[in-house]
């Protein structure tokens, strides 16, 4: 199927879509990455947001909102084991996990895998994302009948206002970027707010981004807000994202216990499978690159 130029402006992003390929321009950083596109399944505007859907030709199904790309079939267990595995093995027993977006449910998912976790809530503004993720990308809703699991469709931000003190033991942040209705979850005032939800042990992980683009604009500022909000510890874990700016992603994971330590023994006899994971690799990731002293 041949696609017909379409331009629109989304900052800081900007899609263009022309014969058969999809073009994301990271216009901030002079770059791009294309996707070859099968056929267009799905395009709608929710209340909240842009939601497109395409079958590519290598990478599977494709979601994209307010045309930035939010995951394929394809490269999507590489941010989804970094955001959820890390954070459950550094807090010592992860019973109460909430989600904050996350409405793919690829991150559910990973959290059901770990035996421990007694409830797993996600906490997403938009349902249709969540409706069309359990039509076009059903192998990461496979979880959402587990009995610990919990769908609650409605703002983070205020879900974690409401929370009661100490009643949460892991918070996962995966959110779409700083801007539009996930603004507010990149904020001291929101993480203050998880702080107090989260109890004496609590953990923290939030998408951060590309650690070679927004290390001054995100990055460090969010460290900067994690540590004011109240956390003792924090550290940033890179991983491979190719389809995200720089292809190259992160997750800042934060704690009232130190977190640049895990659960390396279970980590190592973890008892489910994982495509990127390991214990090898979480230590990888701890190891911090020399520019991030800079
Ligand atoms: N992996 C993706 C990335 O880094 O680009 C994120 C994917 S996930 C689909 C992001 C989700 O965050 C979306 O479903 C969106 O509806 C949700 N979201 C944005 N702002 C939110 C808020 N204030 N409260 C709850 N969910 C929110």
Not at 127 to 137: N, P
Not at 158 to 176: F, H, R, Y
Request: hydrophobic residues 40%; contains cysteine.
């Amino acid at each position: 199927m041949i696609l017909t130029p379409n331009l629109v402006s989304l900052p800081p992003m900007i899609k263009n879509l022309e014969s058969g390929w999809f073009t994301e321009i990271y216009r901030d950083g002079g770059s791009a990455f294309s996707l070859q596109i099968r056929e267009k399944l799905h395009e709608e505007q929710s209340h909240y947001q842009h939601i497109e859907i395409y079958a590519t030709t290598h990478f599977g199904n494709l979601m994209v909102i307010d045309g930035c790309y939010m995951l394929t079939s394809f490269d999507n267990f590489l941010y989804h084991e970094m955001m959820s595995h890390p954070a459950l093995f550094t807090h010592p027993a992860p019973r109460r996990v909430v989600i904050i977006g996350g409405g793919d449910c690829g991150t559910l998912r990973e959290v059901l895998k770990h035996p421990g976790v007694e409830h797993a809530l996600q906490v997403d503004i938009d349902e249709r994302v969540t409706r069309l993720s359990e039509q076009y990308f059903p192998e990461l809703c496979e979880s959402n009948h587990d009995p610990r699991a919990e769908l609650h469709f409605g703002d983070g931000i205020q879900w974690m206002k409401d929370a009661p003190a100490g009643s949460v033991d892991l918070i996962i942040v995966d959110s779409t970027d700083p801007v539009g209705p996930a603004e507010g979850l990149f904020t001291e005032a929101f993480f203050r707010d998880c702080h107090r939800a989260l109890g004496d042990d609590g953990v923290i992980v939030q998408q951060s981004e590309s650690p070679l683009y927004h290390l001054d604009t995100i990055i460090r500022p969010m460290h900067k807000a994690m540590r004011d909000a109240g956390f003792s510890d924090s550290v940033t874990l890179p991983f491979p994202q190719p389809i995200y700016p720089s292809g190259w992603w992160s997750a800042t994971v934060a704690g009232k216990i130190p977190v640049q330590a895990f659960r390396v023994a279970d980590a190592r006899n973890k008892t489910f499978q994982t495509r990127y994971y390991n214990a090898d690799i979480h230590q990888g990731a701890l190891a911090q690159p020399a520019f991030f002293g800079d």
